[in-house]
C-alpha cells in the first residue's frame, strides 16, 4: 500500500505503509534526487568522461523521479543515454498521475511516457534518451558484465530492505561496471562502504541532501 506525501521542498513522495519507509527523503524528493544522482553521479561522471554513449542502471525505477531529471539533464547535451531500470513493485497510474513532479519540472509528457514506456523493451522518451523498464528483482535478473558507466542505487533503506544490500546482491552491480565507472547512492552506512571497498571500488563519503549528513560515491578502478 502506497500513499502520497508532500515533502518540504513541495514535491511529492510515496509512502509505503507495509515497509513504514518513503521512497525519498521527507526534507525534499526533488532536492535528494538532483543530490545524490543527479550532481555526485551524471554530472560527476560527464565532467570526467567524454564519451558519447553512457549507460545507466538504476535500481529502483519507483516514482520514474530520477529517471525523468535524468532525461531532463541530458536532453541538450551530445551524449547518448541509455537508460536500464530495475522494478519489482511498480506503481499504479492511479498513483504516478497525482505525483506534481512533471507540473513542476513543466515535463508532463515526459513523464507519461516514462510510467507508460512498455516494461523489458527499449523506449526511446528523448531523441538521445532510451528507457529500459525491468519489471523484475535485482536478486532474479541476469545483467550483462561490464556493461554500465553509472549506478543508482535507490532501493528501500538497509534497515527496511536488507536483502537489496548484501554484499552477493552488491558484487552483482560492481560486476555490471566497467572500469572508471561510478557507483551513487543515498546511504552512507558503514557496513555499505566496507562492502564496497572490500569489492574493490575507491569509496568516497560526500556531504548528503538537505536532511541527510551523508551519501556514498565509488568509483570502479581500471
Known amino acids: 500500500m502506497t500513499e502520497i506525501i508532500l515533502t518540504k521542498d513541495g514535491s511529492h513522495s510515496l509512502l509505503n505503509t507495509a515497509l513504514n519507509e518513503t521512497y525519498h527523503s521527507v526534507h525534499g524528493a526533488v532536492q535528494e534526487s538532483k543530490h545524490v544522482f543527479i550532481n555526485a553521479g551524471l554530472d560527476y561522471f560527464l565532467q570526467h568522461h567524454t564519451q558519447q554513449q553512457v549507460s545507466i542502471l538504476e535500481i529502483g525505477f519507483g516514482t520514474g523521479l530520477n529517471a525523468l531529471l535524468t532525461g531532463q539533464h541530458v536532453s541538450n547535451l551530445p551524449c547518448q543515454v541509455k537508460y536500464i531500470s530495475l522494478e519489482a513493485f511498480p506503481i499504479g497510474e492511479t498513483i504516478w498521475s497525482k505525483l506534481n513532479y512533471a507540473e513542476a519540472l ?5 513523464f507519461e511516457l ?9 523506449v526511446e522518451v528523448y531523441h538521445n534518451f532510451e528507457l529500459t523498464k525491468l519489471h523484475t528483482t535485482l536478486q532474479q535478473v541476469d545483467l550483462l558484465p561490464q556493461s554500465v558507466d553509472i549506478v543508482y542505487f535507490d532501493a528501500f533503506a538497509p534497515s527496511k530492505q536488507p536483502e537489496m544490500w548484501t554484499l552477493e546482491m552488491l558484487r552483482k552491480v560492481v560486476c555490471t561496471m566497467k572500469p572508471q565507472s561510478i557507483f551513487v547512492t543515498y546511504c552512507a552506512k558503514g557496513q555499505l562502504k566496507r562492502d ?7 569509496v568516497e563519503t560526500l556531504a548528503g541532501p538537505p536532511g541527510k549528513k551523508e551519501m556514498v560515491r565509488a568509483v570502479k578502478p581500471v
Not at 106 to 110: E, F, L, S
Not at 196 to 202: I, Q, R, V, W
Open 196 to 202: 564496497l571497498k572490500d569489492l574493490g571500488l575507491t
Open 114 to 122: 516514462l510510467h507508460r514506456a512498455e516494461w523489458n523493451s527499449a
Open 106 to 110: 513543466n515535463m508532463q509528457h515526459a
